[in-house]
């Protein structure tokens, strides 16, 4: 799956059981979509939302939208039946909760071959262990889980996240260290604008792809936060055409704007000018 080359700014939940957000969703701004089977649907509702869930798959046009079901974890009665039933559908990732070690990832790795596997990260061992699951071959993206790390460690919500900052750094970290998509929790209160666009700003400035959301009103913030901005790819072209001058005299470091340019700046421009890439081709298409 060409995931490096897909944007991940906007990761839209849809609970599995809902077939009118389920419809909703084809023509959504999403870069990605979680079809969950796990916290948001009720235990009456499972099955029903499996069965209604593969269906959807298999007739819904969700266009280039990466499509990840989130299944029930391994240890309740759902789990296992939830991956089967994806083995050989339309989804592109499945995403397994509350994951806590590498052997995790593995019990549903031996349950569904070739199909890439996320990790939701929210657990307290999780955290721990984050090097380890990001080290699993089978794993290609990590899903931060705020809500159950918060419950997890007893902490109270705060603006700027501070009980969370240790687990957040520990699983990007593993992220980066290992080639991962990662993607930042969710922002609850779903009608606030000005909390979910700064707690968007910390997510990308901390290194996310994007962010996890919960209702559509959410999607037009995420998308223009993680979106390279316009002065950004004016200055990464800058920095690419001095620093290419400076080679051309011999030279290995230029200077913009008053601070110097070096190669390693070279590389973050040059991603930055890819995943403008990314995105207008994402949107073109
Ligand atoms: C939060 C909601 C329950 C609100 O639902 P509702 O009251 O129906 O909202 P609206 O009336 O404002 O909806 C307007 C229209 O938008 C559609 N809609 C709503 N939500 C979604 C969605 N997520 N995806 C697609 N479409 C959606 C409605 O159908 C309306 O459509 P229309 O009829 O055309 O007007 C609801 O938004 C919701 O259920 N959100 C998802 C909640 C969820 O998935 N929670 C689980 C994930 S969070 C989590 O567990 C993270 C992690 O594990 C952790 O631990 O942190
Ligand atoms: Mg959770």
């Given amino acids: 799956m060409a995931h490096q080359a ?18 909703k969703a084809q023509g959504l701004a999403a870069d990605a979509i979680i079809f969950d089977l796990e916290d948001a649907v009720a235990h009456d509702e499972k099955i029903h939302a499996r069965d209604l869930l593969r269906k959807t798959l298999e007739t819904a046009d969700y266009g280039r939208r990466i499509r990840i079901v989130r299944v029930n974890g391994m240890d309740t009665e ?12 339309k989804a592109d990732v499945i995403l397994i909760p509350k994951v806590s070690s ?41 899903v931060m889980g705020t809500n ?30 290992h080639g991962l998509t990662i993607v930042d929790g969710v922002y609850n ?3 606030d604008e000005d909390g979910l666009r700064a707690e968007c700003e910390q997510g990308r400035d901390m290194g996310f792809d994007g962010k996890t959301l919960i209702h559509p009103a959410q ?24 620093f290419e001058e400076a080679e051309r005299h011999g030279q ?15 590389v973050t421009a040059r991603q930055t000018l890819a995943k403008a890439e990314a995105i207008a081709a994402f949107g073109a298409s």
């Avoid at 790390?149 to 699983?171: I, M, Y």
């Fill in 189 to 191: 209160a779903f009608k």
């Fill in 78 to 89: 759902w789990g296992r039946d939830d991956v089967a039933a994806f083995a050989g559908s």
């Fill in 252 to 266: 290995g470091v230029a200077v913009v704007d008053g601070k110097i340019v070096e190669n390693l700046h070279i």
């Fill in 219 to 242: 999607l037009e913030i995420a998308n223009e936060v993680f979106s390279p901005s316009s002065a950004e790819i004016e200055l990464a072209n800058r920095q690419i055409a001095a």
């Fill in 6 to 23: 897909h944007p991940f700014r906007s990761v839209l939940y849809i609970p599995g059981s809902k077939e009118r957000a389920l419809e």
């Fill in 102 to 142: 590498a052997a995790h990832v593995q019990a549903v790795a031996d349950l569904i071959p070739d199909v890439p596997l996320w990790a939701m990260m929210e657990t307290a061992l999780g955290m721990l262990n984050a090097a380890e699951i990001a080290a699993h071959p089978r794993l290609t993206g990590m």
């Fill in 148 to 177: 159950d790390l918060a419950k997890e460690l007893t902490s109270r919500f705060r603006p700027d996240r501070l009980a969370l900052q240790t687990g957040l750094g520990l699983c990007l970290l593993a992220a980066r260290a």
